[in-house]
């Protein structure tokens, strides 16, 4: 049988225990040019809580009674699609199933020897994607710039700020608990880091950017938005990848008061969406793989396990209780 | 004797009686190398509010007891420079006051034979450079684009409106009133005007814009702003100018709560100062010039007088009682 996690209703503000429902189905066997993919690990991402409302967007919302849209890595154990054969490791979009049957067009053959099948849905997935696009292509980060991100500990702002000290730059993080804050100096090599639970943020980027930021790196919107928007220096970059603290709102999103610097520092104030840039990724997870084998790019996945708990899992996105790459584990190899 | 706005009081909120002071002081005469302009026209722009505010901006406030700074046309009648002669008419920063008394930097020279003083002060002025730089440089605009500016009526975004015609666009403006709106389609050629005070905003831009906007040109902030940011297109690019409609808060601004559709569309947000275009006000003075020698630009100024009615006429930028270009005509020739 087929476990998977459905959309039973659209939430109003944080997904409560009814937003999706444990379901199990028979196992479909893959038709002509399909595969079936047993499913070993879940990405689970901010972005998933936006999928959830029936709003327009950059893609479609889930539909109720859907599997729920994911990022998945698994092998390949049933083939009818010349382009993979059994055994063949995978990442793409499974959802959050134990299995799924797809015509192999959103998965791509990854190999487990080089990295871990945990990597590919972080580092040199789509959260490591949106932080190399990001900060390259629309930050447009250059050697010395002073570069701030929030959601430091994240599975984007972490890698945002390590590829911006490869590239030369200053690099200060917010996150939230001494813990994290320690991992972002100690391990990833950040020059700074902002507590946002237990320091005030104004102050503490005034002291560690006493010049201002070049670039700012949004993950997290609100009020830590219009810090930055403050501090901005002459002709910044606001690269805005996402919104956490505001997915789950009732009210209104909370528009950042500070806009106007955009005018008095002639700053830029630029949206994303990975998918854009699908025909580099290769040229990008080539770079980021070398940059990982030199020690350079560190990855950490926090993972946890059973399709029953992913919605204890799912939450932690919102708590801030995980470091790094979130994962839910739903199988393995016998 | 020179009759003088001086700046007596930092405003809270909208600027009262107590703000200036209408004082009188001797005629300076020009020292060495100086020049004494005597001003007959005072231009009156949103940015001057700004200037009152005691904050970091893009320059230094205006200090108490100062001459309140503003663009000023009229007559050079004393010189001690070599650039200038008596007899020279000029544009530039004198302030508001009857004479003023400088080194000529912050002056050019203008020929009242080709277009009014007037227009030196509008559309062939800061204004007009702004609308110019502003659509073409940061807005980007391109044949085909949907454009739609707000302010529309006023010195900058009849001209941006205008400009965008020039250039193939379609272009929608956001005016007060029916009067404004008529202004818009049958003197300036607008494919649509919204009368924001009668008119839902929303409604009338999905009507008159089904497609969504290209390029959003920002003259007022607030509800407006979120309006456009909703209607958004793929890519499209988000002028910031200005935002009246929140220089007199007592509160924050209201920041945009809509500012994520610049994620969903890949679009940009991006601030402008005029000033940062000084180099080619030549180039754009000559384009625009030749515009208006063809028809193609038309320019239209507003004038009350006496220096004495500075305030009430001042306040009329943010009632919107005006058309086109506010001007004050503090003097005239014998």
């Not at 949106?130 to 292509?137: D, K, Q, R, S």
């Not at 209104?252 to 520092?265: E, I, M, R, T, W």
């Not at 840039?277 to 790019?297: H, I, P, R, T, V």
Request: glycine content about 12%; charged content about 25%; hydrophobic content about 40%.
């Amino acid at each position: 049988m087929n476990q998977q996690i459905i959309l039973k209703e659209r939430p109003v503000g944080v997904p409560d225990k009814s937003t999706w429902e444990l379901i199990e189905t028979p196992i479909s066997d893959p038709g002509e040019g399909e595969i079936l993919v047993e499913q070993y690990y879940i990405s689970l991402d901010p972005a998933m809580r936006g999928w959830l409302n029936d709003a327009k967007s950059y893609i479609p919302p889930v539909g109720i009674g859907e599997v729920m849209r994911s990022g998945s890595a698994g092998k390949v154990i049933k083939s009818n699609n010349p382009k993979f054969k059994e055994g063949d490791y995978v990442y793409g979009w499974g959802g959050v199933q134990q299995y799924s049957v797809s015509d192999g067009a959103s998965f791509y053959k990854v190999d487990p020897s080089l990295v871990s099948l945990t990597v590919y849905t972080g580092t040199l997935g789509m959260p490591g994607m949106t932080a190399y696009f990001g900060i390259l292509e629309v930050g447009k980060i250059k050697k010395g710039d002073i570069v701030l991100v929030s959601g430091a500990a994240g599975a984007v702002g972490s890698v945002v700020g390590q590829i911006a000290k490869i590239k030369g730059c200053t690099v200060i993080g917010i996150a939230g608990g001494p813990e994290k804050c320690k991992y972002l100096i100690d391990e990833l090599g950040f020059d700074g880091a902002i507590d946002y639970k237990n320091e005030s943020i104004r102050d503490r980027i005034k002291e560690l950017c006493p010049k201002g930021i070049d670039v700012y790196f949004d993950n997290v919107g609100g009020d830590i938005l219009d810090h930055a928007l403050a501090a901005l220096r002459m002709h910044a970059r606001v690269v805005i990848c996402g919104a956490i603290s505001q997915y789950n709102n009732k009210k209104a999103v909370k528009g950042p008061s500070n806009y106007l610097s955009l005018l008095v520092n002639r700053a830029t104030m630029q949206g994303m969406v990975v998918m854009d840039y699908a025909k580099d990724y290769g040229k990008a997870g080539m770079e980021m793989g070398m940059w990982m084998a030199q020690g350079k790019l560190k990855s950490r996945e926090d993972v946890y396990e059973g399709i029953e708990n992913f919605y204890d899992t799912f939450l932690r996105l919102f708590s801030g209780q995980k470091m790094g790459k979130l994962i839910l584990k739903i199988g393995s190899e016998q």
